[in-house]
Antibody
């Protein structure tokens, strides 16, 4: 069974950092591109970042570029999102999602909650 | 960035109704548009990709179409389990962008 499990969320003060992890199982992690998507409370979905299977291609939303870093460790079947200089508007549920060759996000985690507040 | 405008933002319909949701792109994206269904407390689920292709496991009452820069998700006969928020997503170019969503409820 394909599974993605996020962790690392929590309450953090503005300006501080946090690192999310997403552990994959049930499929060959190194064969898939991965995305982070977030949903702020009461808001819609927002795509955050993408990393290709071998980490050669990385893209970010403008709202996080320069502050967030997506990375992966294929040996550990784990995707990461390093978040720095956090702002209140980064408060959201963060999902990791697997991306197929057809760019379908066909498997998602349950999400990690991040709250940025003093 | 490419903007996607979904309409309506919310709607209600009766069981068995034919329902169409619309997503308009601010610039050409070809068929690089997908639809996701999002229910409370659950992660989003892909419904349609490449504008018209049904994702795995999606009931055949769902379909996608395109007319120029306008994209539609149609449910031929609404069932209770279809109540959700539906988002379109363009993946023609980065940054990928979602539409604002359409909340679909039962009347």
């Amino acid at each position: 069974e394909v599974q993605l499990v996020e962790s690392g969320g929590g309450l953090v003060q503005p300006g501080r950092s946090l690192k999310l992890s997403c552990v994959a199982s049930g499929f060959t992690f190194s064969n898939y591109g991965m995305n982070w998507i977030r949903q702020a409370p009461g808001k819609g979905l927002e795509w955050v970042a993408y990393i290709s299977s071998g980490s050669s291609y990385i893209y970010y939303a403008e709202t996080v570029k320069g502050r967030f870093t997506i990375s992966r460790d294929n040996a550990k079947n784990t995707l990461y999102l390093q978040m720095t200089s956090l702002r209140s508007e980064d408060t959201a549920l963060y999902y990791c999602a697997r991306t197929t060759d057809y760019y379908v996000m066909d498997a998602w985690g349950q999400g990690a909650s991040v709250t940025v507040s003093s | 960035d490419i903007q996607l405008t979904q309409s309506p933002s919310s709607m209600s319909a009766s069981l068995g109704d034919r329902v169409s949701l619309t997503c308009q792109s601010s610039q050409g994206i070809g068929n690089y548009l997908s639809w996701y269904q999002h229910k409370p407390g659950k992660p989003p689920k892909p419904m349609i990709y490449y504008a018209t292709n049904l994702a795995d496991g999606v009931p055949s009452r769902f379909s996608g179409s395109r007319s120029g820069s306008d994209y539609s998700l149609t449910i031929s006969s609404l069932e209770s389990e279809d109540t959700a928020i539906y988002y379109c997503l363009q993946y023609d170019e980065y940054p990928w962008t979602f539409g604002g969503g359409t909340k679909l409820e039962l009347k």
